[in-house]
């Protein structure tokens, strides 16, 4: 049992640790140049649906079809995702391992909570070994099949090994949790589960933009005057009491412009921003008052979004 528990688990964890830094020195492509159509260039008579439609305009018949073919795919990804999940989960009881894990966790804690814990810790292993194929697939190659990621193979593995370990973290104590209430009040306990699902939700939103956020990016100040202080502006007459304006540069993870353009999001106190959207320099700011109506917590236009996705994440 300790020779399943501290061989073949982590000796494949170990292997995909050692291909990220064969292949880190793969050199991410650069980005395409953003083409801003006439129509939607900023100015006195700016209207966001005509410029929306002259962004589509600029769309070929190949390119209308490639987008459509990813975001349907997407959708199927979604139903593959679910089955290849309850397929290696079937696995490990069929195979007995989730039975060895259970006996692992208890030989090592003797207390309940812990033994739930590590239990947990070896099967999100298990899982994301297992269905690391699906998540290369999903997560890196179609991504830069189609374009939408500059990011090296060793910076994305990396990024999901950190999701991994985030998840043994954050989602054991939430199992630990959900356990202990099942135990303690067997009658009850859809209910007060519920409750505490909802609730460290709850807290993963709160606590993520300040301490899970920077794990995956850097953050930096920005410091130019002529584009933080209209952000700033217009966060207040929006009703974001923001002080201060970070970027993040999302250019390693994703190529195209148009999604993170313009985009300014409220965290506390601060606002973040795309650091390929600060490199447009005033001609984002140019169109920032032309939006300032229709904002909401997030300010601004964010055409085309698509969040970078890691193979493992709670």
């Not at 099967?123 to 690391?132: E, H």
């Amino acid at each position: 049992m300790l020779r399943y528990a501290f061989g073949v688990l982590p000796r494949l964890l170990a292997f995909l640790l050692l291909l990220s830094g064969l292949l880190g020195a793969q050199t991410p492509p650069s980005s395409p140049t953003l083409q801003i159509p006439a129509a939607a260039q900023a100015g006195p008579g700016f209207d966001p649906e005509t410029a929306t439609r002259a962004y589509l305009a600029t769309l070929g018949p190949e390119q209308r079809a490639r987008s459509d073919s990813y975001f349907e795919g997407g959708n199927w990804l979604i139903l593959w995702d679910f089955l290849y999940g309850a397929a290696i989960s079937i696995l490990l009881l069929w195979a007995r391992l989730s039975a060895r894990m259970r006996a692992l966790a208890e030989l090592i804690a003797r207390r309940k909570p812990l033994a739930t814990w590590l239990y947990w810790a070896q099967y999100s292993i298990a899982l994301f070994v297992l269905g690391f194929p699906l998540a290369v697939y999903e997560g890196f190659v179609r991504e830069h099949q189609y374009g939408l990621s500059n990011q090296t193979f060793a910076a994305w593995l990396i990024d999901g090994c950190k999701g991994l370990g985030l998840n043994i973290v954050l989602g054991g104590l939430a199992v630990m949790a959900l356990f202990g209430i099942v135990h303690r009040l067997s009658r009850t306990w859809h209910v007060w589960g519920a409750g505490v699902a909802i609730l460290f939700q709850m807290i993963l939103i709160l606590i993520s933009p300040a301490f899970i956020a920077p794990m995956l990016n850097k953050y930096t100040p920005l410091t130019d005057s002529r584009i933080r202080n209209p952000i700033l502006r217009i966060a207040r007459q929006n009703g974001i009491s923001a002080t201060n304006v970070y970027q993040v540069d999302a250019s390693r993870q994703m190529s195209t412009h148009g999604r993170v353009l313009r985009r300014t999001v409220a965290t506390g106190k601060s606002c973040w921003m795309w650091k390929s959207g600060v490199r447009h320099g005033p001609r984002v700011v140019a169109e920032f008052p032309e939006r300032r109506g229709r904002g909401g917590r997030g300010s601004g236009a964010d055409p085309a979004q698509h969040p970078h996705r890691p193979p493992a994440r709670f």
